[in-house]
């Protein structure tokens, strides 16, 4: 019996068929290698196709395994390049089997399979090369494939692939390969074996396309043989990548440019990749400057360092405020004079004593800096009493120290101080290490260097006219300062010469008062030095995190030409990656985005809305809470009002942003989130159920009273909605908000939403009403929502009235909240009649109705009845 008359229809047999026993008197293994070496060509492909049933098949035998594994390999080599194809497609699932069953064969893969996989690499046919090309990388994958093998048998191919005289198909397809495999090997085994042959390749003058796959997977090398190996033999390479002749290549570097620049230390990426970058957004190539601009953002964010941003990520990548700089401040706050009084005065009551910060272990500690530069006396305490008393307090017990209440947050309060001399001695080493702009102290004098610096700094942007301006006050400055440092060294003269003649004292103060009106005349009409900010002369855009090109660069993203001669959804990556950028530029930068986001926020192009709307409250987080109810609430109050394809970015994260924002703000809201059960399609009942999500969080941020004044009616409007699935998620908002009714102790207003709940829906007219009611019972009861002695006074008579419902679907809901919930807290009831109606009335449930639903039902719970039956007799 062979295969000839199964044509195309043998995949609905049983493959292993022709095992079984025949007229032919053979044994299995015998028939195997009847139809294994078979003349006809479809006797094999079938054999080839079957290898692993007949694998299990023999697997209980050791012997009969080894003999089917040499078959195998004697097929491997097989003149058919049909069988070879159909023999390769089993060899990831052959693995799978044999890993599962390693004890029993330990080495059989390894022996047996690995060898036909690096052979069918150099295979003459293009089909069997491409099939056991995938089944290589899904060996890799599933980690199948030990490290020996890969070392000792797959790389040396590999290698021998791509010499420079090997054929060019074979070259392309193993520097595919080499690339995909050096994500699965270590560090020691890429720089061993694969980086040396790799930077070779990109060096390929003959094949492109070599040097494109190079390209392309230029960033897993670098992240894979870390910075020291990338800096020293990656890094020219990716240079001449860059500048290749080919756009393509050029396209493929800029994609990989954030991966490539995380791997490279600060220094080189400010002084080489930077300009480098430059470059290619100044491409002659669109796609190339397309594939730059997309990566612009995601390069900007490599610069960014959590100690200067004040925020990093959670493990949950999610981001948190970091409390260990103190220089994440807004410019805007103390003691730059915008901080409300009343923030002002809470601060100072608060830690008026640096004693009180100590006592509490978990308190955020005053940054030094913040000590020894406020105004305040009180604050300018030795660091070393703290640390003292921070000694005292965990070296023996005190119980004042133990019992007495927390001290309250003042985190927040905190940040309002920015220590004027922290903040001088990080910009200045800031200045250091990056040469950009000079440090600029917004109080005390201003020297003629640091006025000379600015105006250094300005020279590039002489095009712009308030540039312009800027630099003519700045010269009349430092002609100013110049003329007031030879006045003060002309006053030291003359202190000299009154110290040794004191007996005209009358002619030496005319004398002074005629110096003072000679340098008044000569600085008319400019601001006196000693009071002269050249912060406020400096231009918006200038900062000092990353290169200023890139910043202009990423600026401009927002022009119109760039949309007609780049992209043009060049504006949606801005904004797709401006958290980013602000991440790593820091809320005191944020003045050099501000102009970009306000443009974005209002682009034509709501696609570019929706994607702020998404991330708007992780820029909130970015940016603070001053900065936030400044910037952002006038944004986000815009966002309220846009299509529901941006509103939905806004409602998705409704929660995330209203936590952020001060109790007052926040309020403001409550009259607002009515507005969302208006849509613009009223099919859009995905968007409702997102509501009713966001408000079963939001709860926690309100008040009882807001809770049940503002929240309250949208949940009852959304329990009534035309689609069952908003229904269902309404009415777990509705019990979330009996619940905090309860904990707040409004036991009054927890009573008139138990009324509006039984009139609204236990006598509801319709059934589907009466079985949210049940629904809405079985949830408070599970939830814990209200004292039980509360629930059976007040809900459980409605819900037993429900037991006799003509609607067979509002009785089963009824017995199963009865029984899975009811019951299970009948030890908490208080002792009255009440339990015997419980039985009476779910034994009448469980009796009345036919249907299978509820037959059933009443099996489960028969032996509840009997035990709840028997309890309530005992406390009768």
């Given at each position: 019996?062979?295969?000839?008359?199964?044509?195309?229809?043998?995949?609905?047999?049983?493959?292993?068929?022709?095992?079984?026993?025949?007229?032919?008197?053979?044994?299995?293994?015998?028939?195997?290698?009847?139809?294994?070496?078979?003349?006809?060509?479809?006797?094999?492909?079938?054999?080839?196709?079957?290898?692993?049933?007949?694998?299990?098949?023999?697997?209980?035998?050791?012997?009969d395994?080894?003999s089917?594994?040499?078959?195998?390999?004697?097929?491997?080599?097989?003149?058919?390049?049909?069988?070879?194809?159909?023999?390769?497609?089993?060899?990831?699932?052959?693995?799978?089997?044999?890993?599962?069953?390693?004890?029993?064969?330990?080495?059989?893969?390894?022996?047996?399979?690995?060898?036909?996989?690096?052979?069918?690499?150099?295979?003459?046919?293009?089909?069997?090369?491409?099939?056991?090309?995938?089944?290589l990388?899904?060996?890799?994958?599933?980690?199948?494939?030990?490290?020996?093998?890969m070392?000792?048998?797959?790389?040396?191919?590999?290698?021998?692939?791509?010499?420079?005289?090997?054929?060019?198909?074979?070259?392309?397809?193993?520097?595919?390969?080499?690339?995909?495999?050096?994500?699965?090997?270590?560090?020691?085994?890429?720089?061993?074996?694969?980086?040396l042959?790799?930077?070779?390749?990109?060096?390929?003058?003959?094949?492109?396309?070599?040097?494109?796959?190079?390209?392309?997977?230029?960033?897993e090398?670098?992240?894979?043989?870390?910075?020291?190996a990338?800096?020293?033999?990656?890094m020219?390479?990716?240079?001449?990548?860059c500048?290749?002749?080919?756009?393509?290549?050029r396209?493929?570097?800029?994609?990989?440019?954030?991966?490539?620049?995380?791997?490279?230390?600060?220094?080189?990426?400010?002084?080489?990749?930077?300009?480098?970058?430059?470059?290619?957004i100044?491409?002659?190539?669109?796609?190339?400057?397309?594939?730059?601009?997309?990566?612009?953002?995601r390069?900007?964010?490599?610069?960014?360092?959590?100690?200067?941003?004040?925020?990093?990520?959670?493990?949950?990548e999610?981001?948190?405020?970091?409390?260990?700089?103190c220089?994440?401040?807004?410019?805007?706050?103390?003691?730059?004079?915008s901080?409300?009084p009343?923030?002002?005065?809470?601060?100072s009551?608060?830690?008026?004593?640096?004693?009180?910060?100590?006592?509490?272990?978990?308190?955020?500690?005053?940054?030094?800096?913040?000590?020894?530069?406020?105004?305040?006396?009180?604050?300018?305490?030795?660091?070393?009493l703290?640390?003292?008393?921070?000694?005292?307090?965990?070296?023996?017990?005190?119980?004042?120290?133990?019992?007495?209440?927390?001290?309250?947050?003042?985190?927040?309060?905190?940040?309002?101080?920015?220590?004027?001399?922290?903040?001088?001695?990080?910009?200045?080493e800031?200045?250091?290490?990056?040469?950009?702009?000079?440090?600029?102290?917004?109080?005390?004098?201003?020297?003629?260097?640091?006025?000379?610096?600015?105006?250094?700094?300005?020279?590039?942007?002489?095009?712009?006219?308030?540039?312009?301006?800027?630099?003519?006050?700045?010269?009349?400055a430092?002609?100013?300062?110049?003329?007031?440092?030879h006045?003060?060294?002309?006053?030291?003269?003359?202190?000299?010469?009154?110290?040794?003649?004191?007996?005209?004292?009358?002619?030496?103060?005319?004398?002074?008062?005629m110096?003072?009106?000679?340098?008044?005349?000569?600085?008319?009409?400019?601001?006196?030095?000693?009071?002269?900010?050249?912060?406020s002369?400096?231009?918006?855009?200038?900062?000092?995190?990353?290169?200023?090109?890139?910043?202009?660069?990423?600026?401009?993203?927002?022009?119109?030409?760039?949309?007609?001669?780049?992209?043009?959804?060049?504006?949606?990556?801005?904004?797709?990656?401006?958290?980013?950028?602000?991440?790593?530029?820091?809320?005191?930068?944020?003045?050099?985005?501000?102009?970009?986001?306000?443009?974005?926020?209002?682009?034509?192009?709501?696609?570019?809305?929706?994607?702020?709307?998404?991330?708007?409250?992780?820029?909130?987080?970015?940016?603070g809470?001053?900065?936030?109810a400044?910037?952002?609430?006038?944004?986000?109050?815009?966002?309220?009002?846009?299509?529901?394809?941006?509103?939905?970015?806004?409602?998705?994260?409704?929660?995330?942003?209203?936590?952020?924002?001060?109790?007052?703000?926040?309020?403001?809201?409550l009259?607002?989130?009515?507005?969302?059960?208006?849509?613009?399609?009223?099919?859009?009942?995905?968007?409702?159920?997102?509501?009713?999500?966001?408000?079963?969080?939001?709860?926690?941020?309100?008040?009882?009273?807001?809770?049940?004044?503002?929240?309250r009616?949208?949940a009852?409007?959304?329990?009534?909605?035309?689609?069952?699935?908003?229904?269902?998620?309404?009415?777990?908002?509705?019990?979330?908000?009996?619940?905090?009714?309860?904990?707040?102790?409004?036991?009054?207003?927890?009573?008139?939403?138990?009324?509006?709940?039984?009139?609204?829906?236990?006598?509801?007219?319709?059934?589907?009403?009466?079985?949210?009611?049940?629904?809405?019972?079985?949830?408070?009861?599970?939830?814990?929502?209200?004292?039980?002695?509360q629930f059976?006074?007040h809900?459980?008579?409605?819900?037993?009235?429900?037991?006799?419902?003509?609607?067979?679907?509002?009785?089963?809901?009824?017995?199963?909240?009865?029984?899975?919930?009811?019951?299970?807290?009948?030890?908490?009831?208080?002792?009255?009649?009440?339990?015997?109606?419980?039985?009476?009335?779910?034994?009448?449930?469980?009796?009345?109705?036919g249907?299978g639903?509820?037959?059933?039902?009443?099996?489960?719970?028969?032996?509840?009845?009997?035990?709840?039956?028997?309890?309530?007799?005992?406390?009768?």
């Open positions: 019996v062979g295969f000839d008359d199964y044509g195309s229809e043998c995949d609905g047999i049983r493959i292993t068929a022709f095992l079984d026993a025949g007229q032919d008197n053979l044994t299995p293994l015998g028939r195997l290698e009847k139809y294994a070496f078979s003349e006809n060509v479809f006797n094999r492909q079938i054999v080839a196709r079957g290898l692993l049933d007949v694998l299990r098949e023999f697997s209980d035998n050791e012997n395994f080894i089917v594994m040499e078959t195998v390999v004697r097929m491997s080599e097989d003149a058919e390049p049909t069988v070879r194809a159909e023999l390769m497609e089993q060899v990831p699932n052959i693995a799978m089997f044999l890993h599962e069953n390693r004890p029993n064969f330990p080495a059989a893969f390894s022996r047996y399979l690995v060898p036909i996989v690096v052979r069918y690499l150099t295979d003459p046919n293009n089909q069997v090369r491409k099939t056991s090309q995938a089944a990388l899904v060996l890799l994958e599933q980690g199948l494939i030990c490290k020996a093998d070392e000792g048998k797959i790389c040396p191919v590999l290698l021998e692939l791509t010499e420079p005289s090997s054929d060019d198909d074979y070259k392309i397809e193993a520097v595919a390969i080499m690339c995909k495999l050096v994500t699965m090997l270590n560090k020691d085994t890429v720089e061993l074996l694969l980086l042959r790799f930077c070779e390749l990109c060096s390929d003058a003959r094949l492109f396309q070599v040097r494109k796959v190079c390209a392309a997977n230029f960033g090398f670098c992240s894979i043989v870390g910075q020291d990338t800096e020293k033999l990656l020219p390479k990716f240079f001449d990548l500048s290749d002749s080919l756009w393509g290549i396209k493929a570097c800029a994609e990989c440019f954030m991966v490539v620049s995380n791997c490279t230390s600060p220094e080189v990426r400010r002084t080489k990749l930077s300009p480098l970058f430059i470059n290619l100044s491409d002659q190539s669109r796609w190339v400057r397309q594939a730059a601009f997309q990566s612009l953002g390069f900007i964010s490599t610069f960014a360092n959590p100690s200067s941003t004040g925020v990093r990520f959670q493990e949950d999610t981001l948190n405020e970091h409390k260990g700089s220089s994440d401040a807004s410019s805007d706050r103390f003691p730059g004079s901080a409300s009343g923030k002002s005065k809470k601060f009551d608060t830690v008026i004593k640096p004693s009180q910060a100590s006592e509490d272990p978990n308190h955020s500690r005053v940054p030094s800096s913040v000590k020894s530069h406020t105004t305040d006396g009180k604050l300018g305490q030795p660091d070393s703290t640390t003292t008393q921070d000694q005292q307090t965990g070296d023996f017990f005190d119980s004042f120290h133990y019992w007495r209440p927390l001290l309250p947050d003042i985190s927040q309060d905190l940040e309002l101080l920015q220590g004027e001399g922290k903040d001088e001695v990080q910009r200045q800031m200045v250091k290490e990056e040469e950009t702009v000079p440090d600029l102290d917004s109080e005390g004098p201003a020297t003629s260097s640091q006025i000379q610096k600015v105006l250094e700094c300005l020279q590039p942007h002489l095009d712009d006219p308030d540039v312009q301006a800027q630099v003519q006050v700045l010269s009349a430092l002609k100013a300062a110049q003329l007031e440092s006045s003060d060294d002309t006053d030291q003269d003359v202190l000299v010469s009154e110290s040794g003649n004191t007996k005209n004292p009358i002619s030496t103060d005319k004398q002074a008062e110096d003072t009106h000679l340098l008044n005349s000569h600085v008319l009409h400019i601001p006196h030095v000693s009071h002269f900010s050249l912060s002369f400096l231009p918006s855009f200038l900062q000092n995190v990353i290169p200023q090109q890139l910043l202009d660069q990423y600026l401009s993203m927002t022009d119109p030409v760039r949309a007609q001669t780049v992209d043009t959804e060049i504006a949606k990556h801005c904004a797709f990656s401006l958290p980013g950028v602000a991440l790593t530029l820091g809320r005191q930068n944020w003045h050099c985005l501000k102009d970009t986001y306000e443009t974005l926020a209002t682009d034509v192009q709501w696609k570019v809305r929706r994607t702020l709307a998404f991330s708007i409250h992780e820029l909130a987080v970015i940016l809470d001053q900065l936030t400044a910037d952002l609430v006038p944004i986000f109050n815009g966002f309220l009002k846009d299509l529901d394809e941006v509103r939905i970015g806004v409602l998705k994260h409704l929660y995330d942003f209203l936590k952020l924002l001060h109790v007052e703000k926040r309020r403001e809201y009259y607002q989130l009515q507005e969302f059960m208006v849509t613009d399609n009223s099919r859009n009942w995905r968007f409702r159920y997102e509501l009713a999500e966001q408000l079963i969080l939001i709860i926690d941020l309100y008040s009882h009273y807001d809770v049940y004044d503002y929240l009616q949208i009852l409007s959304l329990c009534s909605d035309k689609v069952s699935d908003v229904r269902w998620i309404s009415y777990k908002l509705v019990v979330e908000i009996l619940q905090k009714l309860y904990s707040c102790g409004a036991h009054d207003l927890s009573l008139n939403f138990i009324n509006e709940l039984v009139v609204r829906f236990c006598h509801c007219p319709k059934w589907v009403g009466r079985q949210a009611f049940a629904f809405i019972c079985q949830a408070i009861v599970e939830e814990d929502c209200m004292p039980m002695d059976a006074q809900l459980l008579p409605c819900l037993l009235s429900l037991s006799s419902d003509p609607v067979p679907n509002v009785r089963v809901l009824v017995a199963k909240a009865l029984r899975h919930s009811v019951l299970e807290k009948r030890k908490t009831f208080s002792r009255f009649d009440v339990k015997w109606f419980i039985v009476e009335n779910l034994l009448r449930i469980l009796n009345s109705g249907d639903n509820q037959t059933s039902e009443a099996c489960n719970t028969s032996k509840s009845i009997h035990t709840a039956s028997c309890c309530f007799i005992k406390w009768s």
